[in-house]
């Protein structure tokens, strides 16, 4: 079946440095895309999303690259900090307005 | 806005019992409720939508007479683990969206269960 799929369950990165997460997506149909953080023993949070009719969109410290052509899907997130730390997630909104949520990628942010 | 809640936020029970789980919008009507499972260092994933007024959709694999929902509401979805196994431990987390919000589907906090 469709699944969305991470292939890097965790990434270090220095304080201050920029951090990417990516994520790849096999259901070309899907027309949503969400990045989710979630802290330890916690619900997911919404960070951004982004449309399939755009390629790029930027929020606060963060920008998510749409790249439908390889189904790929990045979080860029700008002077990373510790409380950045947590498990990021992908997911996708199929025609059935369901989500499918990929692996999840630990970052790890050292001081 | 849009804050979705659960209760318990834990809970431990023997096995063989039951065990429900409250998911409640806040301060929206949610038409709407999703139930995922999360599975220790694991992705979340969908169990059941919930309709108000109408039976649960499960996904393959979930078994509707073990995880009973009930949407008796536009603000309140429960979620019944019965006869509740060890294997069932596990972080339950559901998620509402609201009618005139488009798809975003917003948190809840998530309930640990653990079966004992």
């Known amino acids: 079946g469709e699944s969305v799929g991470l292939h890097l369950p965790t990434l270090s990165v220095q304080e201050g440095d920029n951090s990417i997460i990516n994520c790849a997506y096999s259901?070309?149909?899907?027309?949503?895309f969400i990045w989710y953080k979630q802290e330890s023993g916690k619900g997911p949070q919404f960070i951004i999303d982004?449309?399939?009719?755009?390629d790029k969109r930027q929020g606060q410290r963060v920008t998510v690259l749409l790249n439908k052509t390889v189904k790929h899907l990045s979080l860029q997130i700008a002077a990373t900090q510790p409380g950045d730390s947590a498990v990021y997630f992908c997911?996708?909104?199929?025609?059935?307005?369901?989500?499918?949520f990929g692996g999840g990628t630990r970052l790890m942010v050292k001081p | 806005g849009a804050v979705v809640s659960q209760h318990p936020s834990w809970v431990i029970c023997k096995s063989g019992t039951s065990v429900k789980i409250e998911c409640r919008s806040l301060?929206?009507?949610?038409?709407?409720m999703f139930w995922y499972r999360q599975f220790p260092k694991q992705s979340l994933m969908l169990m059941a939508t919930?309709?108000?007024?109408?039976?649960?959709?499960?996904e393959q694999g979930v078994e509707k007479d073990k995880f009973l929902i009930n949407h008796a509401s536009l603000t309140l979805s429960t979620l019944t683990v019965t006869s509740a196994h060890p294997e069932d431990s596990s972080f339950y987390i559901c998620?509402?969206?609201?009618?005139?919000?488009?798809?975003?589907?917003?948190f809840g906090p998530g309930t640990r269960l653990t079966v004992t």
């Open positions: 301060d929206f009507q949610a038409t709407t």
């Open positions: 982004i449309r399939s009719n755009m």
């Open positions: 997911a996708e909104n199929n025609a059935g307005n369901m989500l499918t």
């Open positions: 998620s509402a969206r609201a009618p005139l919000a488009g798809d975003e589907q917003y």
């Open positions: 919930s309709n108000e007024g109408s039976k649960a959709t499960y």
């Open positions: 259901n070309s149909a899907s027309d949503y």
